[in-house]
């Protein structure tokens, strides 16, 4: 009699699973107005798939996938209605809960959700969780990173992440590019030229000195503004006021010469007394 029993709980959460999975699509797409009524808490979704999980986030995301490409924007403001995305967002969430190792519902949150706008810090969370789950993979970190500088406007996080994927990448050049420009808006120029000039030698120890060179023009860069920098900061001991322009520490002998920028652009400093380059470290074009 015990083993007839046995069985209760696993077909009754294979029964629920099911009813749930069916009518996810159906709220979507026919009953708007009922979306989050099959929105389950992912706690509680974990219990009904059982040990269904893997397939059930794969159902999730296959949901959030379909909907995307069969509904179409407002014409207006070309967004989502509020209940859409939040729609979306519980449904990827519940996919990721379900399987944290799920590479694509963290691509689609980024690109449906945190590039229009909609709960950014959340979403990057669960990104951000899904590269510490996903140590092997380079992709979410630089996700993460990115979305931290460019999005949230937290420079420490980016820079952790960005490093982070180069690492797993290998030393891709270009993480490694951009994890250097964070550390220097954080005005941690510094710290941006001791990262790269390890990022270097490294590449040299492995034998890949060749995918260097823009590190090594970036590197340049970083060290020109860091020596206009601490001229900078004597000028200011010295007169009791920061510097207007690079010329004036010239002329109070401060800083000997005007570095070079090999990208071809022009050291000045700005309003808020950062230093900073007309090339913003990428190839100045030069008219015809």
Same mark, same amino acid.
């Given at each position: 009699?015990?083993?007839?029993?046995?069985?209760?709980?696993?077909?009754?959460?294979?029964?629920?699973?099911?009813?749930?999975?069916?009518? /996810?699509?159906?709220?979507?797409?026919?009953?708007? @107005?009922?979306?989050? /009524?099959?929105?389950?808490?992912?706690?509680? /979704?974990?219990?009904?798939?059982?040990?269904?999980?893997? #397939?059930?986030?794969?159902?999730?995301?296959?949901? #959030?996938?379909?909907?995307?490409?069969? &509904?179409?924007?407002?014409?207006?403001?070309?967004?989502?209605?509020?209940?859409?995305?939040?729609?979306? !967002?519980?449904? =990827?969430?519940?996919?990721?809960?379900?399987?944290? !190792?799920?590479?694509?519902?963290?691509?689609?949150?980024?690109?449906? =959700?945190?590039?229009?706008?909609?709960?950014?810090?959340?979403?990057?969370?669960?990104?951000?969780?899904?590269?510490?789950?996903?140590?092997?993979?380079?992709?979410?970190?630089?996700?993460?990173?990115?979305? !931290?500088?460019?999005? =949230? $406007?937290?420079?420490?996080?980016?820079?952790?992440?960005?490093?982070? #994927?180069?690492?797993?990448?290998?030393? $891709?050049?270009?993480?490694?590019?951009?994890?250097?420009?964070?550390?220097?808006?954080?005005?941690?120029?510094?710290?941006?030229?001791?990262?790269?000039?390890?990022?270097?030698?490294?590449?040299?120890?492995?034998?890949?000195?060749?995918?260097?060179?823009?590190?090594?023009?970036?590197?340049?860069? =970083?060290?020109?503004? @860091?020596?206009?920098?601490?001229?900078?900061?004597?000028?200011?001991?010295?007169?009791?006021?920061?510097?207007? &322009?690079?010329?004036?520490?010239?002329?109070?002998?401060?800083?000997?010469?005007?570095?070079?920028?090999?990208?071809?652009?022009?050291?000045?400093?700005?309003?808020?007394?950062?230093?900073?380059?007309?090339?913003?470290?990428?190839?100045?074009?030069?008219?015809?």
């Amino acid at each position: 009699m015990r083993s007839k029993f046995s069985f209760v709980p696993w077909i009754t959460g294979s029964v629920a699973l099911i009813v749930y999975l069916i009518c /996810l699509p159906l709220a979507v797409v026919e009953r708007p @107005r009922h979306e989050q /009524l099959f929105a389950l808490p992912p706690k509680l /979704l974990r219990i009904v798939a059982f040990q269904f999980k893997e #397939a059930a986030a794969d159902m999730s995301f296959l949901n #959030a996938s379909v909907f995307l490409g069969g &509904t179409t924007p407002q014409h207006d403001t070309r967004r989502y209605l509020p209940q859409q995305y939040s729609w979306m !967002y519980n449904t =990827l969430k519940n996919s990721v809960a379900l399987d944290p !190792y799920f590479l694509d519902p963290y691509y689609l949150m980024n690109s449906a =959700l945190i590039w229009d706008r909609y709960k950014q810090d959340e979403v990057n969370e669960l990104i951000a969780k899904g590269a510490d789950k996903r140590t092997w993979d380079s992709l979410l970190p630089f996700y993460a990173g990115f979305n !931290y500088y460019y999005f =949230l $406007n937290n420079a420490d996080k980016s820079f952790t992440y960005l490093t982070e #994927a180069s690492k797993r990448s290998g030393g $891709n050049p270009f993480y490694d590019s951009l994890a250097a420009r964070v550390a220097y808006k954080a005005n941690k120029t510094e710290f941006a030229i001791s990262y790269l000039e390890n990022q270097i030698q490294q590449a040299d120890l492995h034998g890949q000195r060749g995918k260097t060179r823009d590190l090594e023009r970036r590197l340049e860069v =970083l060290k020109a503004i @860091r020596r206009i920098e601490i001229a900078a900061e004597s000028y200011r001991k010295l007169f009791g006021k920061p510097p207007g &322009t690079v010329s004036e520490l010239i002329k109070s002998s401060l800083l000997l010469s005007l570095p070079s920028d090999p990208y071809g652009g022009s050291f000045y400093i700005d309003q808020d007394g950062s230093i900073k380059t007309t090339s913003n470290m990428t190839s100045v074009k030069k008219e015809k």
